[in-house]
């Protein structure tokens, strides 16, 4: 993979939009309402696992077998979020969110710097991420933007700034998010919707 390859551009802005959506938040702002059980500063602690496993899972060859590719990521994801229940999720997006540690916009921009030095470096590896599952890296970059763009627009409504993903940004994370729910069997209703004929319900989601 050289730093042409989409994936690697496309990962590359989305990781230095959070860094500069993180970059705008105030000393008394980490404490404030983010998402759900979440606060902003949980918030910012998940959204930044997507730095920090790409940074992890470079260190772990996949092992031999079958690799998963960005849908296919998710759906065992989501197997994965339900055996281990809904409080083991949010505890772990409380403990990223502490590991940022007394300078958060500081960790986070430590990441994204080494994040992107790995990636650049790092070819199209086969890695091994969550559950022991193998994927091209070039595919797990596909998820990553996917989790950056969506939790990017999550702190910019929380905090009520004016933040516009780049046109290659919310592509990358739109044709994602109708990859996963074709996929998972809903794709028709997803295309419906986008289509203007029908409603997609409250509890709509991909993921």
Do not use: C
């Amino acid at each position: 993979m050289t730093g042409l390859d989409p994936s690697v551009t496309v990962f590359g802005s989305a990781a230095r939009s959070f860094e500069q959506l993180v970059r705008r938040l105030g000393a008394t702002d980490w404490d404030g309402p983010g998402l759900g059980d979440w606060n902003l500063r949980s918030l910012v602690g998940h959204t930044s696992r997507s730095l920090v496993t790409v940074i992890e899972y470079l260190k772990q060859p996949a092992p031999t077998g079958e690799l998963v590719d960005a849908p296919g990521y998710y759906l065992a994801v989501r197997e994965f979020g339900v055996a281990a229940g809904a409080e083991a999720i949010i505890e772990r997006g409380r403990q990223a969110g502490r590991d940022l540690g007394d300078d958060p916009a500081a960790a986070v921009s430590a990441l994204v710097a080494t994040a992107l030095s790995d990636v650049e470096q790092a070819g199209d590896p086969a890695i091994a991420v969550i559950g022991g599952m193998g994927i091209r890296l070039s595919e797990y970059l596909q998820t990553r933007i996917f989790e950056l763009v969506v939790h990017g627009l999550d702190i910019a409504r929380a905090t009520g700034f004016d933040h516009q993903p780049s046109e290659q940004m919310l592509e990358a994370a739109n044709v994602l998010a109708a990859r996963i729910a074709t996929r998972s069997g809903r794709g028709a209703p997803l295309l419906l919707g986008l289509t203007g004929r029908a409603e997609l319900g409250d509890d709509f989601s991909v993921v």
